[in-house]
Structures are given as C-alpha cells and as structure tokens.
C-alpha cells in the first residue's frame, strides 16, 4: 500500500473512532508497526493529530483528556499492581465509590475476581459493564448522567445529585495530575466535579496516582490535599510531600 493510502486510511480512522492504536493499524493495512509511527509522526508534523504511547488520537477543541481506549493499555501493569494495593482497603459488605479512571476499572475487576460482597457506586459505564456481566457478589449502583465517550463516563449535574444522597465507606478515585501546592486537578470541569463529590461524600478518602501523574496542574483544579487520605502509587515521590504529610496528616503508600 502506497504511504499517501496508509495515512488516509489513519485518517479516516481517527475520524471515525476518535482514537487509534499501533498494533491495530499494522495489522489492518498490513505494514510494519514502525511503518505505521513514521506515518503518525508524518501526520502530527502536520497538524493533523496527537501521537502518544501505543497510538494516537484527535484532540478535542476544548478537552485534553486522553481517550479511555488509550488510557486503558497504559502501563496496565502498574495499574495492576496499584489495584492489588487498593483492594487491601476493602472490606465484606463496604460500600464504596469508584470514579471512570482506568485505575479503578482495574479495582473493580480485582473485586469481582475475589467475589466480595461490596456495594459500587460508579459513573464509569466500563466498570458498569464488567460488574453486570461476569458473575459476581457486587451490588452495582450506576450513576447517570451526560454520557462522554472520550472517557465511557457519566457526568452533569444530573449525576453529581444523585451521587450527593450517597455516603460511602471509601471511595477511590484518579485523575490528571496533582501537585503539592495545588492539590488535585482535571481536564474537564464535569468529570472534577464527580470526583470532587465522591470524595465529600465518602468516610475514607484514597487516591491512586502513577507516577506519571505528579507533575505540572492539569486545567481544573478541584480538590485540596485535605480532602484525601491516603495517596497510592507505584514510585517513591520527591522530597516536596514530606512536608504535606507532616501537615495534612496525608498517608503515601508505594506499591513497589
């Protein structure tokens, strides 16, 4: 295939899905997979997308948010690992919340697969999905709301009202990026808003962060520190949260 018929193939893709994978495109167009970065580094030299780790996507006028079909092969082990951590938290008959990030998708499958008897209230329709239809020991509780399929998840105010007459034993929740002087922070005003309630409205407050989500504020900010209890990750942070935790009282967990 002529490269001029690779890259309008990629095109019309992403046009289609919004998102595209390596692995996928070498196989549909029957080309090499670096055959298929050069093509995608071709095209964002060109404007026409964004490269990232396995794939690439289109970005929204207004949201940076990577797509959930990207974000779910990132370092699938760390978010493994990271879940495991998590799980140690629950207990039989707790009810809990889990936010849309890919992390958690992960916590709920670790729960499933140990067929705990928990309550789930969630906003993500992935975590919906697996908890409806494998068997398991799950009292499932959806929270409606706009559906966004960037991310598979519910949000709106429709969502955060009925999210607001719960009141969780924990909940666990990710997002974009934290930092020490501004706290938690988001892509997207909706999505913060959720997880900004999932953690009012929960006894226990835990984060669970990669280390590739300690840097530079994403654009909404939406939580201080004090609203989180523990931090989970799969690093060791840098000498900055040494005095958060004297001062907060904030615990950091790493899942080495």
């Not at 499958?109 to 799950?138: F, G, P």
């Not at 666990?172 to 959720?194: R, W, Y």
Request: glycine share 6%; with cysteine; charged share 25%.
């Amino acid at each position: 295939m002529l490269k001029i018929d690779r890259q309008t193939a990629i095109e019309q893709e992403l046009a289609k899905n919004g998102s595209v994978l390596i692995p996928a495109l070498s196989q549909q167009l029957h080309c090499s997979e670096e055959t298929i970065r050069r093509d995608l580094r071709e095209l964002e030299a060109s404007g026409k997308l964004t490269r990232t780790h396995g794939g690439a996507y289109l970005m929204e006028k207004y949201d940076k948010s990577y797509p959930t079909k990207l974000r779910k092969i990132y370092f699938q082990d760390i978010k493994s690992r990271m879940a495991r951590c998590a799980f140690q938290y629950v207990r039989e008959n707790d009810v809990i919340m889990l936010d849309s990030s890919t992390t958690c998708l992960e916590l709920a499958r670790t729960l499933v697969d140990a067929k705990y008897n928990v309550t789930v209230i969630t906003n993500s329709l992935l975590i919906c999905e697996l908890c409806s239809e494998r068997l398991s020991n799950i009292n499932l509780v959806c929270l409606g709301g706009t559906f966004r399929r960037r991310t598979s998840s519910f949000t709106g105010y429709h969502t955060t009202d009925i999210l607001s007459g719960y009141h969780a034993d924990r909940a666990f929740i990710s997002c974009p990026k934290i930092t020490p002087e501004q706290g938690m922070s988001d892509n997207h005003l909706n999505e913060a808003k959720v997880r900004e309630g999932m953690l009012l409205h929960a006894q226990e407050r835990i984060l669970l962060m990669d280390h590739t989500k300690f840097g530079p504020s994403a654009n909404v900010l939406f939580g201080s520190l004090e609203l989180i209890d523990r931090i989970i990750t799969d690093e060791p942070v840098d000498g900055r949260w040494d005095a958060v935790q004297s001062r907060t009282g904030l615990k950091i967990e790493y899942c080495g």
